[in-house]
Nanobody, 120 residues
Framework: QVQLVESGGGLVQPGGSLRLSCAAS????????MGWYRQAPGKQRELVAT???????NYIYSVKGRFTISRDNAKDTVYLRMNSLKPEDTAVYYC??????????????WGQGTQVTVSS
């Protein structure tokens, strides 16, 4: 069974940095796009950044220039480098893998989420 395991969240002061990782495993043949989403208390989950299988990236406006998404296709892992963090970046961050192909078919998968708290 496919699993997405996230790591790297935590508590950081405003202006600080964190690097999130999400490793996919479990009989994977290929993954299309991968992405990071976040959900703050009382708010809907929103897309933060995506990266296609060929490395094309997209970001929401509020994180452009501060966050960088990358992936290692050989390791089926996606990263999110977050710099100049602000209190409004506080949320649970989820990774998502789109169109994951395994011997059992093709579907999307979500990670379990990792908490990022930006506070002094």
């Amino acid at each position: 069974q496919v699993q997405l395991v996230e790591s790297g969240g935590g508590l950081v002061q405003p202006g600080g940095s964190l690097r999130l990782s999400c490793a996919a495993s479990g009989g994977i043949f290929s993954i299309n796009a991968m992405g990071w989403y976040r959900q703050a208390p009382g708010k809907q989950r929103e897309l933060v950044a995506t990266i296609s299988s060929d490395g094309s990236t997209n970001y929401i406006y509020s994180v452009k220039g501060r966050f960088t998404i990358s992936r290692d296709n050989a390791k089926d892992t996606v990263y999110l480098r977050m710099n100049s963090l602000k209190p409004e970046d506080t949320a649970v961050y989820y990774c998502k893998a789109d169109s994951v192909v395994t011997a059992w078919g093709r579907r999307d998968y979500w990670g379990q989420g990792t908490q990022v708290t930006v506070s002094s």
